[in-house]
């Protein structure tokens, strides 16, 4: 050891600072670089105790040195740690930017993978599919967006609408298209488009959204597009043969009625010829449930997949005509109160229609003998999702009786309607209420 010292000592004397530097520099670089982290603190540590130790007075010993050698021991372990703090920084960092940079390359071989998987279901969709920019050029689009142009993917790239369609017809799509940049919203629209290579048109459904950046900035216009053209012309025969089957059948509903008014007509004047006064209160009913049909028929309205009637023009005109044939000059009052947003079908109107007659012509006949006054009033409502009819008069009573045809008639025309009859026979008067519910798809209710 004392050779050692002594070799040490003969060869750094000279250059103290210099030696130093020379041989314990590199070491501390080497073990900074090449082990674990930490290598260059504990070099840092081995080099300074050997300096101390072999090359600064008293020498083989850790007395504190003086002067100059105490300066340059000072200066070599802070050099020292400076250097190996810095080389194990820059090689902490290349490791992290060797990780990133793996991360990095594992990150685009998978967003390879996701545009190339992307790029195989668009091309496998039947419907056109595409991407704009903010002036309206093609920036994506796949194979059958290019067949409807008629081109091939690498002409559309760069393209406006009006190069492949006429000009009218791309001025809309590019105001739409605007507006949806505007506005940051989705729409759902019908085009006629009418490519240059074909002579006719077809139509397209489009579905379009704007384009947004990482920023939330609109950068575009994506959509795809559906033909409906099949539907279209689909749609439009349907709508031909509705309204011809809306046309018979207001021409045969017109010739039913003017049978119906015929065959009322003829049972009245057939009346007229029979003496007997049963026989002609008989017809005179017949001939006014035949005239029910004709004015139900008569107020019958056509809708595009329905008929129906309304409950308070078809009831109103019922009763006028009842007043006016069966009241006269007499006392008696006959009013109605109809709900005006009841809508009934064909069949249920023409019950409807037949019971309030039957129990408004007992009312006038039987209810005010000897020119008694009084009045009948008729009432049709909803209540808790049923309809509720109800006749009254303030008469002597009679005009339904618990037994005989017209109670019969007016129990079947009751079940006809799916309702439940209630009959108070007063004093004053007698009162009859009908609770019937409305068609089971609700056509025959509107709130």
Known sequence: MVLASSLLRHTFTPGLQTGTFVVFFPAIILASMVFDRGSGLLAVGLSTLLVWYFLLEPQHSFGLPRGEELFLLALFVVVALFTA????????????????????????????????????????????????????????????LARVFGVDKSLVIGRLDRDFIPQEQALVIEATDQDIMRSKRSCLIEERVTPHHERTSRTYLSSRAPL???????????????????????????????????????????????????????????????????????????????????????????????????????????????????????????????????????????????????????????????QRSGAVTVRLGISSEEYVLEIADDGVGGGVRKEGSGTRILSLLADQLGGRLAVDRGPPGTRVSLWFSGPSDGSALRC
């Open 212 to 370: 947004l950046s990482g920023e939330g900035e609109v950068v575009g216009v994506v959509g795809i597009a559906h033909d409906i053209q099949d539907r279209k012309l689909m749609e439009n025969e349907l709508r031909a043969a509705l309204q011809l089957n809306e046309a018979l059948l207001f021409d045969i509903n017109h010739r039913v009625k003017n049978h119906l008014q015929s065959l009322s007509g003829l049972l009245m004047m057939s009346r007229q010829d029979v003496k007997d006064v049963q026989a002609q209160n008989v017809l005179s009913v017949a001939a006014g449930r035949l005239a029910v049909l004709a004015r139900a028929y008569d107020h019958l309205q056509l809708h595009e997949q329905k008929t129906s009637v309304s409950a308070r023009k078809f009831l109103e005109s019922l009763c006028e005509a009842l007043r006016q044939s069966l009241v006269g000059e007499r006392p008696i009052t006959l009013t109605t109160s109809i709900d005006s947003s009841i809508e009934l079908d064909s069949q249920r109107a023409v019950s409807l229609g037949l019971i309030v007659n039957e129990l408004v012509t007992n009312a006038l006949k039987h209810a005010f003998p000897d």
């Open 85 to 144: 703090l810095a080389i194990e920084t820059l090689r902490s960092v290349t490791t992290k930017l060797k990780d990133m940079h793996e991360a990095l390359r594992e990150t685009e071989s998978e967003l390879r993978s996701n545009v190339a998987l992307l790029n195989s279901i668009t091309e496998t969709l039947p419907d056109p599919l595409f991407v704009k920019d903010r002036a309206g050029r093609y920036t994506h689009v796949n194979a059958a």
